[in-house]
């Protein structure tokens, strides 16, 4: 099954499901936020955590937040991380800096956690925030309408 079929496959399933449609809307805008979580192995717990927080669809939210995959993941991060830096108003990582990190391996990351926290996570998060969560609020729209506008035209 290509990529394609796979995606029309899961939209299906998405639209048949006989939840309301707030629920299956609060999953896959949920999902779409959790994919600008700069953590990677973060992103299923989270959305755990929170579809049962919010009373979503933990299905919905899976399938949206496979909108951070290994082709969009490096631009999304990447975005992120440079509107946080803009954010917080500070000055871009000079090179050196990233390439210091580059070498450090293991134990030097995690000696320089800190520095870690505050100059990449912590940035990549609040841009992640912003960017993540307008399109997550457009997600939802988008969801519920679909999910309403195709159960009006079954029912009827």
Do not use: C
Request: overall charge positive; proline content about 5%.
């Amino acid at each position: 099954m290509g990529i394609v079929a796979f995606g029309r496959l899961s939209l299906l399933k998405l639209f048949r499901q006989v939840n309301e449609p707030g629920y299956v809307a609060r999953g896959a805008a949920i999902g779409v936020l959790t994919a600008f979580f700069p953590i990677v192995g973060t992103h299923t717990m989270i959305l755990a955590g929170l579809s049962v927080v919010l009373r979503s669809s933990f299905v919905a939210g899976m399938l949206f937040s496979m909108l951070a995959n290994p082709w969009t993941i490096g631009p999304m991060w990447a975005g992120s991380f440079h509107a946080g830096q803009w954010l917080l108003g500070k000055p871009p990582l000079s090179t050196e800096a990233l390439t210091h990190m580059n070498g450090l391996g293991l134990h030097g990351i995690i000696q320089q956690l800190d520095s870690l926290l505050q100059n990449v996570i912590f940035p990549t998060v609040i841009g992640g925030a912003v960017i993540g969560g307008p399109l997550a609020v457009f997600v939802y729209v988008i969801v519920y309408w679909q999910l309403r506008r195709r159960r009006a035209r079954t029912a009827a």
